[in-house]
């Protein structure tokens, strides 16, 4: 593939430093210009990493940008999403893709009537462990799968982020924050969901950020659940529990996902990274370890606290180039992330409600990413 798409990246906080450095290593992307709100923001990142500061409103017009990478705000995904369509750019959005099922639908009409891709976060389920998950499941390790769980807990965000009060505000929350990430693994292993119940509620109505600097012991206001259990009902039949929460000071649940099916068990690990430990248990009770296979997603490139793992954000932005290119259907596609918001909305909905609510829409499970097709998407 030797075309690249000119890169305009909208949103310059932190985040955007792994789009600019890991970019890069794939085929198809030329980073050209970014903006933000703050030009003193978009004038930092362009001089750290060699592109062009713009305003928003000059990149969007700018006639070497092809693609607008939106890093802005969750509140602010739709509006920049939609004025980068309106302005005829395909868009990659960090997640979560929107905040309501109505704007990604909304956005899916317009991006068909102007023939725009558009593509989302997040694309850890294209990682090494979580290829190679699938692939097991897809050759009958597993049997029929039936049931399963996913834990993702903390004690929430005010601990380590200065500024975390979008995260407790409508539209924030560990669903809307973190749920992506497992939504996004389980419809890759499973597939779509198609109903879903909830409970929800928060511990406290208020958070003490933390973190060392000027807001310290600053009290914020929640003002959205914090806790959120929810039961999917996939199309295939499986049960899936999933826990969200940000009001648990320790837990044993030492695995975020695991699956349940006729054969056996399958112990995949965070889907908020490309790698780490696979397990499999059989009907003999025995877990073990799977030997990873050689896929170039898996291998560990960033050292943080904790330890050294996969982190390859952008995978989903290069495939996106790749099926721009070659006509074809994107792994991280508009159809799954606006699923992916279906099935949240439709968990916080049925928390206030105490219902069941069926999803609005569906989609199929992306294409597996073998290591050949991983290596084929890499510079």
């Not at 198609?194 to 406290?204: E, L, S, Y």
């Not at 495939?319 to 439709?346: K, T």
């Amino acid at each position: 593939m030797g075309e690249k798409l000119g890169i305009g990246i909208v949103g310059c906080g932190n985040i955007s430093t792994a789009y600019f450095r890991l970019a890069p290593l794939f085929r198809g992307l030329a980073v050209r210009a970014c903006a933000d709100i703050s030009a003193a923001a978009a004038e930092t990142r362009a001089a750290e990493f060699g592109a062009r500061a713009e305003t928003v409103e000059g990149l969007l017009g700018a006639p070497d940008v092809d693609v607008v990478i939106n890093l802005t705000i969750p509140a602010a995904h739709f509006t920049v999403t939609k004025a980068a369509l309106e302005a005829g750019k395909h868009v990659y959005s960090e997640k979560p893709f929107v905040l309501t099922t109505g704007e990604g639908l909304e956005l899916r009409a317009l991006a068909r009537a102007k023939g725009l891709a558009v593509g989302s976060a997040p694309d850890t389920f294209l990682g090494g462990a979580h290829q190679q998950a699938r692939a097991l499941i897809d050759e009958g390790a597993l049997g029929t799968i039936t049931a399963g769980t996913a834990f993702v807990q903390s004690h929430g965000m005010e601990h380590w982020h200065p500024n975390p009060d979008f995260f407790f505000l409508p539209g924030g929350g560990p669903m809307l924050d973190l749920g992506p990430y497992y939504i996004a693994d389980l419809v890759n292993l499973i597939g779509p969901v198609r109903r879903v119940a909830a409970m929800t509620g928060a511990a406290t109505p208020t958070r003490t950020i933390a973190v060392e600097g000027p807001r310290k012991g600053e009290t914020i206001p929640v003002e959205t659940p914090t806790t959120v259990q929810a039961l999917l009902e996939f199309a295939s039949g499986a049960h899936v529990m999933v826990n969200t929460s940000w009001d648990v000071w320790a837990h044993r649940h030492g695995q975020p996902i695991e699956l349940y099916g006729t054969e056996g068990t399958l112990f995949v690990p965070d889907p908020n990274w490309f790698g780490g430990k696979l397990e499999i248990g059989g009907r003999d009770g025995e877990v073990r370890e799977v030997t990873p296979w050689d896929h170039p997603f898996g291998v560990p490139n960033d050292t943080r606290p904790g330890g050294t793992f996969a982190n390859y954000r952008a995978a989903g932005l290069a495939d996106m180039a790749a099926a721009i290119l070659e006509g074809r259907d994107a792994r991280c596609g508009l159809d799954r992330a606006l699923h992916a918001i279906d099935v949240m909305s439709a968990i916080m909905r049925s928390g206030e409600t105490g219902e069941f609510v069926t999803l609005e829409t569906t989609c199929t499970r992306p294409e597996p990413l073998d290591p050949e097709a991983a290596r084929a998407l890499l510079a």
